[in-house]
């Protein structure tokens, strides 16, 4: 029988098919990290526009829904308050989506939703997975997912002093910017910046965090991404603020606060300094505007080919990629902003940013400020690109890792 409080009093066949599903929930969400379009387009037509709808969908996605119903179906669950408002936000969540694509689908206008599911409905799945979990594999896998990101960070350190990627990369580009284990290399400085937050979460001795954050910043600025690399120096500043040190006493507490700010310090100068030596800089030469950052201002023009009526409630989104090619030059729609307007129109595109605004909300409610800060600064950097209205695991990963935060109440199973 399991109790509240995951203590196991007595062994049973229902605590070895949770351990069972949990080691299963943890390969597929690393199996959807890791196997991003880069791979999978090697073998199948993940992103491309042939193919068939079952290849439009990663693979993890099914396991991971197979895995929540195997729960849904094998225990009874017992939620806190906390997690029954994360409940009701997923619920809420997927109901306006499901009423948006259901309005598309009535309007005849064509629409992708294969970023919908592999981005947003499986991060709910996966959440409501995790809200089943014991606080511990919680945990672990919050620190799995953190060793991933290093190790892309490393990997990214890695290309760039090799000036060679380790995944394939089809797109050109006029500066070499490593990818790491991401698909893109903005989307690698996103997740070093990001990261480096959410090393507060895990449970590492201190040096083994400090080494973490120094990796991530690292890979930050060896990404060339400018936003994120600016975002990565904020990101290490929160974390010598914010990051809990253990002292005898409050004045104890604010000198090795302020002996580790000025380690800190010095350190983010030292890498900052070899890292200019050594080029990763070079795209802040140029300073912020350059040609790629006007093509995400430029797109904004594809609004003025659109009718009223069609700016409020939506328009054929490949009649509008091909405006943007034709007209403007850019192959892709690098602004989710655009693509969410595009697709479900002013209004809805208004109403998804509110549900996902309501379900991180939920997410976050009762959880530390760094964890707060780390979302509020992925959504600033995602909103600097189409990281929201393209297929990744981003969103999913935000998700778990803001679960695993320790300050909200735990869940109670009975078998």
Known sequence: MIRSGYAVTEPSDSYILLRMLYAAFVFFILLRIGLNALILNQFINY???????????????????????AILFN????????????????????????GLLLMLSISGQSTSSGYILDTYIVACMAAFVMMTLPLQWRSNLGELILLFLILSAIVGIGEFALRTRLLPYAAGEDVFRPTGLSDHPLQLGQWCAVGICFMSVARWKPLFKLMGVVILFVGALASGARIAGVAACVSCVLFLMLEPIPASSRVDAIQRKLMLGIAGLVVLIAVISVMFAAGALSRFESGFVDQSSLARVSIYGVFDYLSWKEFLFGADIARVQRIALDIFGLPFIESSFVIFTVQF??????????????LFRALLKGRSAIVSLAAIMFFALALTNNALSVKSADILMMTLLTMCDHTVRRVRWTP
Do not use: W
């Not at 992103?47 to 990663?58: L, Y």
């Not at 009874?76 to 969540?93: E, K, T, W």
């Not at 129109?345 to 309501?358: D, E, M, R, S, V």
């Open 47 to 69: 992103t491309t526009i042939e193919g068939s709808t079952i290849e439009k969908i990663h693979p993890a996605f099914y396991g991971i829904g197979l895995v929540a119903l």
């Open 75 to 98: 225990y009874r669950i017992v939620l806190s308050a906390q997690d029954l408002g994360i409940l009701r936000a997923m619920i809420v969540f997927l109901a306006g989506i499901c």
């Open 345 to 358: 129109g002013l209004i809805g595109a208004i109403l998804f940013a509110l549900l996902l605004a309501n």
